[in-house]
């Protein structure tokens, strides 16, 4: 029996004519899925929504991440709703954001300064701009897969070969701006220092998603971010790491203060840029590193940034509360086990079906690879059957299962997700991998 989206149908249709691809951000449209009408939501509620036509779903997606306390927790609307009755922008400083500041700061100890911003892909621009004042350089190097937001100088891909200038992932770039980025191989660091050797004395600083959340999930190889580190700093660079997925989403903390990796000391960053999570749902980034670093910033120093919704006091409000839930005891641990609980059910349910799937979780994440072999880094993402995925995707979502509609998004576990859910979720993937192996 198909799940009736009438009007969900109805309403792409007159998106189309209004929006532009009927989405606000083109992660959202079906077409790394097959095409047609996404699903409109309506309501959120804990680990459910629920569309425009009245289906329900088990959510997956948590909103590309941020919305690791479930919908409309209600420690976090109660705080939204407090900020909104005290007036919810003033252009002045606010005593939330030091609070905030402190909090985070507490939590990722690299961060000396930070900054307030409005958005993930805010915060990774302005921590390049920070690194080229700071080492008056202009290079970049990135890794091949990582996604940074949609600013000029991280859209852009690798070229052919392992290491190469970059060319842009995008129209409107130039190729000048294309130029200056350099894209290497995840988890490979001879090609960084190929890379370092070659442009080395041009290169202001490396930027890495630490753990990766952009094409699927993929650890570091151990020594991988300390080799990054010691041989980005050999050459005068600096290193940025990009935790707008992984701050708050393994630990209370960040990818560099993860006690998974052996030396996380040895993996300190110049430069962090957030988002996501901090914002409890509401628009959020920030960026913080080293003192000297940060003091490039203005008014202190030369390099501009600035924001008239910068650290407003609602998505500031919502942040701490959303933080405050995570620091309940108990609260990642539960994520992981009901993780991994749901990753051993898909794993025997994949083999049973003959389906081949490698799944890479860490702690309440995971990405589901339809490949039989290990996903380490972009190329091996690349992969994984794309019509596989899609297939599976539309399998779930007609059982109320909703993921991310695409092969390279992650899973999301929330604080809200029962061991129910996780049954009924196996059950889905059971009857979907039945479907696809007919
Ligand atoms: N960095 C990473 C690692 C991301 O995953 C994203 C968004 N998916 C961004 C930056 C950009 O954040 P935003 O969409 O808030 O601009």
Not at 60 to 89: D, F, K, S
Not at 242 to 258: K, L, P
Not at 352 to 376: A, E, Y
């Amino acid at each position: 029996m198909s799940m009736n989206r009438v009007r969900s149908e109805q309403w792409y249709q007159e998106a189309l004519t209004h929006i532009v691809g009927g989405v606000n951000s083109p992660s959202r449209s079906f077409k790394a899925v097959g095409g047609g009408a996404p699903v409109f939501m309506e309501r959120g509620q804990g680990a459910y929504f629920w569309d425009i036509d009245g289906n329900k779903y088990i959510d997956y997606l948590a909103a590309y991440g941020p919305i690791i306390v479930g919908h409309a927790h209600p420690h976090v609307t109660e705080a939204i709703t407090r900020a909104a009755q005290n007036g919810t922008l003033y252009g002045t400083p606010t005593t939330l954001e030091v609070t905030f500041a402190k909090m985070l700061k507490d939590a990722i100890p690299s961060l000396d300064k930070v900054r307030f911003v409005n958005s993930g892909t805010e915060a990774v621009m302005t921590t390049i701009r920070v690194a080229r004042a700071y080492t008056k350089r202009n290079k970049i190097i990135k890794f091949a897969g990582c996604y940074h937001g949609h600013s000029d100088l991280v859209l852009v891909a690798a070229g052919s070969g392992p290491s190469t200038l970059g060319i842009p992932d995008s129209a409107g770039i130039p190729a000048t701006i294309a130029q200056e980025v350099i894209t290497v191989p995840f988890n490979d660091l001879d090609a960084l220092q190929v890379a370092l050797e070659r442009w080395g004395d041009d290169v202001a600083a490396v930027m890495v998603e630490p753990i990766v959340g952009n094409f699927g999930m993929v650890m570091p190889a151990p020594g991988f971010l300390e080799g990054l580190c010691r041989l980005t700093r050999q050459f005068g660079a600096l290193v940025i790491y990009d935790e707008v997925i992984s701050a708050f989403r393994f630990h209370y903390g960040s990818a560099q203060t993860f006690a998974a990796f052996d030396d996380f000391a040895a993996i300190e960053p110049d430069l962090t840029a957030l988002g996501k999570i901090i914002g409890g749902g509401l628009p959020i980034g920030a960026y913080g590193g080293r003192k000297q670093v940060m003091e490039q910033v203005a008014p202190l120093g030369p390099a501009y940034q600035a924001g008239t919704m910068a650290g407003n006091p609602a998505s500031i409000t919502a942040g701490i509360a959303c933080l405050e839930v995570l620091q309940k005891p108990g609260t990642y641990e539960r994520m992981d086990a009901l993780a991994a609980a749901l990753v051993d059910g898909l794993e025997t349910s994949a083999a049973k079906h003959g389906m081949p799937l490698t799944i890479n979780r860490i702690r309440g994440s995971f990405s589901t690879h339809f490949c039989d072999h290990p996903v380490t880094n972009y190329e091996e993402a690349q992969t994984s059957d794309g019509e596989m995925f899609a297939r599976f995707f539309r399998e779930m979502l007609e059982q109320g299962i909703c993921l991310a509609p695409s092969k390279y998004e992650a899973w999301f576990l929330t604080t809200e997700h029962t061991e129910d859910d996780i049954a009924r979720t196996i059950q889905a993937a059971d009857h979907a991998f039945y479907q696809m192996s007919r």
